[in-house]
Each structure stands twice: as C-alpha cells, then as structure tokens.
C-alpha cells in the first residue's frame, strides 16, 4: 500500500489519530461490508474506494489544486455540484458520519446536538479529515438552526466559510432568494477560480452531474427487484461515495454494477432469499461511516430497498433540465431543481410524505422505518405526522431516534426485530 | 407435543411449557452474572419437543440451542392472547424496559413503544428507589398505597432520583409520600407511552411490575380503563415464546 504519510502530514493532518480513525474505519468496514454473502462484483470498485478514501482520492484532489482547480467542499445536497464543476472545480461532499472527538466538539458546542454536526467539528478539531483540509472553500448552508449556529461557530476555525442562506418555504419569493444565493456563489466561485462560468461550460456541468444521478436512479429502480439483487447497506454505499468520488469514474462504475445488477434480476439472484421482509428508509441523511441503522436492519432478516434521504432519493431523484441560452436562464433550470428538495426544514413539506408513499408502492416495501439523528429537530418534529400519515395509508412504520453510538444498539435490534415481526404477519 | 419459551430478562429468566394448549409448567430464577448458566439450571429437568427463547438474552441461547428466537414484544403479545382472546392494548413493565403495545382487531401486533435506551421508569429504577427509602418491594408499594399525598418526584432517571429522594428525606419528606410520588412518576411515563400507541380497551399489565398493586390501582386512575393483571404476569413473555414453538411448522 502506498504511505501517503507525507500527503498528510503536509495537509497539516494529527497523524497518530488520523491513523487511529483509519485502523477502525478498516474494521469496520470489514465486518460490515466484506462479511455480506453473494455481493455483485460490481462493489468491488467501492471497496476500492473505501481503502483509498483518505489516499489515492486525496492524491488526486491535490493534484487538482497543482493544476489550478478549486476544491469546494460542503455538507449539504442544497449546495449545486454543478456550478462548482462549471468552474473546473472538484466538488466534495465532507463526511460528518464518525463518533469521533465528541469530547472536543462539546468543547464548543451544547451537548445535545445531533451527531452530524458534532461528527463535523469533531474532525476539523481533530485534525483528521484531509478532504475539510484539501477545501479551498468550505460551503456552510443554512438549513436547521443547528447548522446555521454551528457554522457560526465554525468560522473562525477553517480558512474559508462561505455561508449560504436557503429559504424555509416554497413560495415564489423563496425561490427567487434561492436563485439570488446561487447566483451570489457563482460570483465566489469564479472569483476563487480566477475563470468564468460560460453557457459551455455550465451545460457541461449540468449534463454531467445528471450522468450521475441517472447512474443512482437507475440503481434505485433495479431495487424494487424481489429478491433483492443488492443490499441496503452495499447500495447506501454508492450513495455516500456520490459524494467524493470523480463523477465521470463514479457514474461508470455504478453504470457497470447497474449492468450486473439486470443480469440478477433476471437470473433471479439475489442477497437475501426471495420474499426478504422489504423495508424503505427514511430521514435524516447518513454520512459516511454511518452504517449503524442499515447494518442492524439487515442482520435483523430485513432488507432495504431505498433510502428517503439526501444520501439517497431526496439528493438524487430530480434531473436538472438542460434548458436556456444564458447562464441566467441555465441557472433558473438549475434553482428550480434544487427547489424541489423536500427537506425537513421546509415548511409545510408534503411532497416528502407523499413521496415515501410513492417509494413504498414502487419498490414494493412492506414497511417504513423512520430514521432520525437525536437533536435533529426537523425530522424528529416531522417524523410524528409522517408515521401516523403512513399508518393510516396502510404502510406500518416503525420511528426510530439514534446517535452514533452503539450502546443503544440491543434496544434498537429489539425494535427492528419486532416491526419486522409485525410485517410478517401482514 | 409440549412446547416450551423460554424469556431472558436482565433480572429474571422464565422458563414456561404448554402442552395441549394449557400451561402445564412454569418457573423463574433471578438471572444472576451468569444468564447461560442459570438458563441451563432451570431448564435442567425439564421435557420439551420444541423451544423458542425470547427476551433479551435470546440471542444467548440461540447459540447453545439452536432454537428460533423471537422478540419481547411479538412474545409479550402471544403470551397475553393466551390468557385475554380480546386483548387490545398491553403494558409490559420490566427489568430494564418498558413496552407499550397495541393489538389489531386480528390480534397481530400492531404498534409498539419502548423507553429509550435506559433504564428510567422500569423494575430496577422501582428497586434502587425502594433500597434509597429502606423498603422491601412488597413495603414500599404498601407504604406508597398509605400515603394519602405524594411528594413530586421530577427525575426519571434512576441516577437522578436518587439524589432527589436523598434531598427530599433530608428536609424531612415523610418516607410513604415520597413513595407514593415515586410511583406516580413511573405510571405517569407509562401512561404516556400507552396512550401514544394504545389509546382505547383494557390494558394488559404484564411484568415484574405488575405484581405491585400501588402502580397498578395509579394506572387504573391516569387511564380511567381497566386494567388487568394475569395470575403470573412475568410468565407472560415465557407462554407466548412457547405459543411460538407451537406454531413453528
């Protein structure tokens, strides 16, 4: 394996711990990952990915930079990939899915807040992660009050937060605001680039991150296969990696597993036996390596068939319309994708609802299990008229309310268990 | 055939085997350091075609036995058609959970809550709570049933509590108020979660804590519905894995 201490060390990484993370991430990912049966050879480029997360993808961000380009780094799917990529930029997504340096994170931060963005301040304190350290900008997005105040707090500690404020309804002036911050961004990014965004060069970029989604979309439909061709957990992984990787490299590669994956549908092979209790997902989003719900599920006899989450559906299922002549009219394509986001802050957010309706029928789930990060308000707060929606719609629902940790770990198997013993029985 | 369940709990373990659809045995043991073991000593002499073993030590036994496990709850719901063929909404309050559950007119499982990850409003928490006021369990429910007032008690958590009835006694609480204000504060998280997931019908109490009558007669009031204890409300879980067996084809 190459020694990329070096590469670290001049990212101005701690070392020691970051190789203490990596060891574990390494365990983990074996224990969860490699130990599954009867995985598409198509994973294999993922778990490539996986080992070289904080190697060869870093070696090429940095590559990037030498050549010019900009490195955008941010946490949230409202922040479009396609403007960055329009200015030859890389566009990562960082990853806030560890319970990694709690301790240090409560040094600046109330106790009871959700693990993501403790996981976030957790490695800039921690001097861990090489991709918020490779950042040129780090994009700090106002959804939750959470966030917005994190961010606040977050500031001073990187070198470049750029804040991006989003609306919280769906009216035409949102909109309007929503057009107006990207189009503020876009005047950040070119002048961080130095280049400007043409009608070229943002056509390209749009053509290319929808290349992307159809990849993930095309995955997500091959889902709704019984008895499922690929895992809940295999499939969250190309979801996460959606995020870091190259994307003309990414899209091929979950292009060539798709490939695979029609070829099982039709052999009738899959990871689970046929007639695997079916569960779709939905909630808060899970960052790598946050694959604690999805492995208890799945060692629980159940399998996820879709993920309502913005490491999922809620990110990837709108297209960008390629449509316009001007940067402004591209860009009005490109604010009109967005919008449709149904996150939790929005209020009221029904399209959310009636698209985890919609999931559940087309993939042919028996049940949903709602997901949210304690102290997330937003989804824990929609979580109790989406459960009793569904329930009344005929789809039984299980709400679940975890961190990161895992000693809440038996309690939560027993809960899964049981929804899973109430789908049987339907 | 008989048909034995065998229910894993973190203070109690209950062996229960059925034969011809009556419960022809029954049996507990205090779950000690060594649950496997202690399992193993109950079981000891006794005769069965077929187990299934619950509770939270199911996946325990699984290992040793090989047998289908299945959940406290789909137990719990089993164990309480056995004694109620109309059962509706069930309170199960043990150990270190609670559950509340609710039945469809099949009398599947249909919803179901249970505390969070610790032990607050549970057995233990009713245990520590009666050794902090000097009670044996049988005294402090007793005491709290004589209290004619009752002291607030704020905390649920075990650790908390406790502090807060150490303060209460030292400003010179009397010791049967404070009791009883223990015991309103689990039935109050109790009916909290009942009426989440079971809001109509009789309540099924099953459970260690369904032997003390103070919270029993509280959860009468707070629900303003019946409430109706089994003969032996912690073999619940054990009959129902049993029932289990039985159906296992």
Known sequence: MTDYTQMWESLGLDIKTHDALLAGLGKAYTDIFLSQKNRPEGMKYFDFVMSEVHGLRIKELVDAKEQGRVIIGSYCVFVPEELVLAVDGVAVGLCAGAEFNFEGAETLLPRNTCSLIKSAFGFKLGKVCPYLESCDVIVGENTCDGKKKAYEIMGPLVKNLYIMDLPQTKSDMAKAVLKEEYRKFIEKLENVSGKKITVASLKKAVELVNAKRRAVKRLAAIRAADPAPISGLDSLLVNQVFFHDDPVRFTDAVNKLCDELEVRVKNHNGVFPKGTTRVVVSGCPMAVPNWKLPFLIESSYAVIVGEESCVGERGSRWLTEVKGNTVDELLDAITDRYFNIDCAVFTPNPSRLDYIKEMTKKLHAQGVIHYSLQFCQPYIMESGPVEKELEKSGIPTLRLETDYGMEDAGQLKTRIEAFGERLKKK | ?249
Do not use: W
Request: aromatic share 6%; proline share 3%.
């Open chain 2, 1 to 249: 055939m008989r048909f034995a369940g065998i229910d894993i709990g973190s203070r109690t373990i209950k062996l229960a085997v059925i034969e011809n659809g009556e419960l022809i045995l029954s049996r507990k043991i205090v779950t000690s350091h060594d649950p496997l073991g202690t399992a193993r000593e109950l079981m000891a002499d006794t005769v069965f075609d077929r187990i299934t073993a619950t509770g939270y030590g199911r996946y325990l036994i699984k290992g040793h036995l090989s047998c289908p496990v299945i959940t406290e709850i789909t137990a719990f719901v089993l164990g309480a058609r056995f004694f109620s063929d109309s059962c509706g909404s069930i309170l199960d309050i043990g150990g270190q959970d609670t559950k509340a559950i609710s039945l469809d007119s099949r009398g599947d499982l249909c919803k179901f809550e249970m505390n969070d990850r610790c032990a607050a409003g549970t057995g233990r928490f009713l245990e520590v709570m009666a050794t902090v006021l000097g009670f044996t369990l049988e005294e402090f429910s007793a005491a709290a049933l004589s209290a004619t007032r009752a002291e607030k008690i704020n905390s649920m958590c075990t650790v908390f509590a406790e502090s807060e009835v150490v303060s209460l006694i030292s400003q010179g609480a009397l010791r049967n108020e404070v009791a009883l204000g223990i015991h309103k504060s689990i039935v109050s998280r109790s009916a909290g979660l009942l009426k989440r997931v079971a809001p109509t019908e009789i309540i099924f109490f099953a459970g260690g804590v369904a032997l003390n009558d103070c919270v029993r007669i509280l959860l009468e009031n707070e629900m303003g519905r019946p409430v109706f204890v089994p003969p032996d409300p912690q073999i619940v879980g054990a009959i129902g894995a049993a029932l289990s067996a039985s159906e296992e084809v």
